[in-house]
């Protein structure tokens, strides 16, 4: 039985990844952060009780910050295959906590390489990291390939920089299977509900509802490369089973504008909006509302900008060519946007329909819709 170790493993694709491997018949294990509330909401269905035998689901607690608890979680699990998943992976966020992000992104990747070197388990262990398109930043050409010049626009981008390089570095010193993911943007209903997807889908959930009457998002221009987070996972582990160790561009090569998710994500709910205004002053109103489970009063307005989510350095535009991985791996996308932006929409309909049962019996206390 393969072991693998993941690092992020509460994350979006650590959870993914976890059912992925788990299907293959790995044992898996994952590190969890210390925090005061339960954080495995996202995996929680694959909890195993400590006290079982022949467990494959094994959590360990951990942090990218501390190098001597690396060590010993790699040198006691022995894994044959490590993906470090985990990161601050807020773009915006890092501009506020850049050397947290720098701490965690850039250096935790340097602590899990170091870590396998200094244990000698170089020739033993394939190693993964989540690398981004974020290293692209201010675009040089279009679409984006492996061989496309960096140029990050953020502390995110710029820690993710190092990371991606000290990757290559090892594989090129210590002669280590050390591979980078260069992913594209990847969304399903585990993402993280602060990405402009979930901000849309459950917000577009909540209005539909009669639960919130508006919301706000920043640059609606943006372009970007969104795919499914279980394309993506599946395409990590290829990655490891290659003959060589090299980096990959993980892409479906469509890229959409902020405003066409929004406009995608309000038809799956039977709603079509029209937009009004340009830059700071621009908003969506309620063209039609065709689902009658839905009481949408036309030429409501449900979207404002607010400059705030503005970034201070943004992506404009951001589109991959797979081509690479395509050729030498086989990988496609199974899922297009329309589809993606489908499920989550439902998932966040039906969340949203239980809070809204709960809230109408009187079993919830939260100020949670207000
Ligand atoms: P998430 O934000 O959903 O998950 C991040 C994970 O990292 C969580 O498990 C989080 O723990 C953990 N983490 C954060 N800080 C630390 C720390 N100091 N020590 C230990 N663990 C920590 O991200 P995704 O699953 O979406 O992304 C996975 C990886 O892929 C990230 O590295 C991201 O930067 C990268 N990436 C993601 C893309 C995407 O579109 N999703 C595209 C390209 C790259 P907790 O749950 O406790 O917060
Ligand atoms: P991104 O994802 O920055 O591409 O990073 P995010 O969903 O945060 O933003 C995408 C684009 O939408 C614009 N935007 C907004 N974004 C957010 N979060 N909130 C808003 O209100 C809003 N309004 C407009 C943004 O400006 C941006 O252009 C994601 C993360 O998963 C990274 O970890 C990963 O490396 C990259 O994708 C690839």
Sequence with gaps: ??????????????????EFLLKKGYEVHGIKRRSSQFNTSR??????DPHETNRNFILHYGDMSDSTNLIRLIKEIQPDEIYNLAAMSHVQVSFEIPEYT?????????????????????????????????????????????????????????AKLYAYWITVNYREAYGMFACNGIL???ESPLRGETFVSRKITRAAARIA?????????????????????KDYVRMMWM????????????ATGTTTKVRDFVKMAFSEV?????????GEEEKALVKSCKDERFQLEIGKEILNIDPRYFRPAEVDLLVGDASKAHKKLGWKPEYDLKELIKEIMNSDLMLMQKEQHLKNGGYTTLNYFE
Excluded at 43 to 48: A, F, G, R, T, V
Excluded at 128 to 151: D, I, M, N, R, W
Excluded at 239 to 250: G, M
């Design 1 to 18: 039985m393969k072991k693998a170790l993941i690092t992020g493993i509460t994350g979006q694709d650590g959870a993914y990844l976890s």
């Design 43 to 48: 995996i929680d269905h694959l909890y195993q």
């Design 270 to 278: 039977g709603i079509e909006l029209e937009f009004r205004g340009k």
């Design 209 to 229: 509802l009669g639960l919130q009457d508006k919301f706000y998002l920043g640059n609606l221009d943006a372009q970007r490369d969104w795919g499914h987070a």
């Design 184 to 186: 594209f943007n990847h």
């Design 239 to 250: 990655i490891l089973q290659a003959e060589e160790a090299e980096d990959w561009v993980i």
């Design 102 to 158: 720098g701490n965690t992104d850039g250096l935790g990747a340097l602590r899990i390489l170091d870590a396998v070197r200094l244990l000698g388990m170089e020739k033993k262990v394939r190693i993964y990291q989540a690398s981004t398109s974020e290293l692209f930043g201010k675009v040089q050409e279009s679409p984006q390939s492996e061989t496309t010049p960096f140029y990050p626009r953020s502390p995110y981008g710029v």
